[in-house]
């Protein structure tokens, strides 16, 4: 397994943006336990464009708050179900038997950025960082030692933004330098720390026509979206120009978009609903597995809710109706 890095990977928290650099993790397998950590080696360039040239890639985008082991540990836990040799298949009820493989994906890529500062008190700030991120994710996506033909992501809370920018100044590079891009496939916006109105953002819009698919769920039971989310957003708006949005988050009522929307048609909504049973009440860190905090009878860090959240990923990548929960109109508001 390959794992993209943008931050400075000397030191576990508090990290800067750095460019983009590629990591190797070997023997990813069934047996594969993600904590404590496994050793991360770097990788060649050569090497990357062997694993990526010419291939359908989906990079897994953790949030806000979210260091570097627990970032490559937890998603990397994720990617290992998305392709072979996952843990759940070989799992004993009631986590497995249970196959979350996506045939439509050929590579699965875990992605760290600097988004772990000091919680809360940084939150507002982060918003250049994700256009330098986005900038370098960019750069990465256009150089000749990648050379995908399909990318597509899975993102997670303040991710949906790294996304965004990516694709944005990817579109913008490469029409100023006539550079050839890969074909954007989907786009998945789990617990999305953004506005519900972001993609009708016009600082969005070339990301939006470049998408074929957006995928939004949410959760009215996310706590960390209806306490947190709009007095930081708040204060993201006084500070910087061209945030994106209000303050009703994507990832807590789903996307809200106008009448002629761009995305108006390629965009599906699965909202976690509320109530009694262990698949229900999706809070903010339901979304992925994480190794750190074992759940009794599930492998490294995976639950009921989290298995939901693969499900639908499974589903939508490989082109599929998701069995649960059921899609949700996306209409444009008055």
Not at 37 to 57: D, E, F, I, M
Not at 241 to 256: M, V
Request: one cysteine or more.
């Amino acid at each position: 397994m390959l794992v993209l890095s943008f931050r400075d990977m000397s030191t576990r928290r508090c990290s800067a943006v750095t460019a983009a650099a590629v990591y190797e993790l070997a023997g990813v397998a069934s047996g594969l336990q993600w904590e404590p950590p496994p050793h991360l080696t770097l990788a060649s360039w050569r090497q990357v464009h062997r694993n990526l040239a010419g291939k359908h890639v989906c990079f897994l985008l953790h949030g806000f708050n979210v260091d570097r082991d627990d970032g490559y540990t937890g998603f990397g836990a994720a990617g290992q179900e998305m392709g072979t040799g996952g843990a759940l298949p070989g799992a004993a009820p009631p986590a497995g038997p249970l196959d979350l493989s996506v045939k439509g994906v050929d590579v699965v890529v875990p992605v760290l950025w600097a988004g772990d500062w000091y919680l809360p008190i940084n939150y507002p700030f982060l918003l250049p960082d994700i256009r330098l991120t986005g900038g370098y994710f960019a750069d990465l996506i256009l150089s000749s030692a990648t050379q995908m033909s399909r990318v597509s992501f899975v993102t997670h809370s303040m991710g949906v933004r790294v996304a965004l920018e990516a694709i944005q100044q990817t579109m913008a590079k490469a029409k100023k330098a006539g550079y050839r891009t890969p074909v954007f496939d989907t786009a998945i916006f789990t617990a999305g720390a953004a506005s519900d109105e972001v993609l009708d953002d016009a600082d969005y819009a070339d990301a939006v026509d470049a998408v074929d698919r957006f995928v939004v769920v949410s959760s009215r039971a996310d706590t960390v979206l209806s306490d947190f989310f709009p007095a930081g957003n708040a204060v993201e708006q006084a500070l910087w120009e061209n945030d994106p949005g209000a303050d009703d988050a994507l990832g807590r009522y789903g996307p809200r978009l106008r009448q002629g929307s761009r995305a108006l048609g390629k965009t599906a909504w699965y909202e976690i609903p509320q109530g009694t049973g262990d698949r229900l009440n999706q809070d903010h860190g339901d979304y992925f597995p994480l190794p750190r905090e074992p759940v009794p009878s599930y492998p490294n860090g995976w639950s009921a809710k989290r298995i939901t959240i693969g499900e639908i990923s499974q589903a939508v990548l490989d082109n599929q109706a998701v069995a649960w929960p059921p899609a949700k109109p996306v209409t444009p508001r008055p």
